[in-house]
């Protein structure tokens, strides 16, 4: 897994590319990508694989706010309509 910034991206099955910005984040983070199925939760997982909070992206959300998460290394796990996932870390400060 890549730890993203905002200037790097990770392709996502080699065809679409996932971008999060900004990384560490404050309070909000963006999610932007190019993957033609509407993207359906974002999962914040801690590093002992427990969910922390699921954010419902099928509003066509692309922001999700961490301000209430202590600092702290987590997991971001996206999902879409397709079942397609994508996995990464984020730093929240």
Same mark, same amino acid.
């Given at each position: 897994?890549?730890?993203?910034?905002?200037?790097?991206?990770?392709?996502?099955?080699?065809?679409?590319?996932?971008?999060?910005?900004?990384?560490?984040?404050?309070?909000?983070?963006?999610?932007?990508?190019?993957?033609?199925?509407?993207?359906?939760?974002?999962?914040?997982?801690?590093?002992?694989? +427990? #969910?922390?909070?699921?954010? %419902?992206? /099928?509003?066509?959300?692309?922001? $999700?706010? *961490?301000?209430?998460?202590?600092?702290?290394?987590?997991?971001? +796990? #996206?999902?879409?309509?397709? %079942?397609? /996932?994508?996995?990464?870390?984020? $730093?929240? *400060?």
């Amino acid at each position: 897994m890549l730890l993203l910034t905002a200037t790097e991206e990770e392709v996502l099955q080699n065809k679409y590319t996932v971008t999060l910005y900004p990384n560490p984040v404050d309070d909000i983070l963006t999610i932007r990508h190019d993957y033609d199925a509407q993207l359906r939760y974002a999962d914040v997982y801690d590093l002992h694989g +427990r #969910l922390i909070k699921r954010y %419902d992206m /099928t509003q066509g959300k692309s922001n $999700i706010h *961490l301000n209430p998460l202590v600092k702290g290394l987590y997991v971001l +796990r #996206l999902e879409w309509e397709d %079942d397609t /996932t994508y996995t990464t870390k984020f $730093i929240k *400060l």
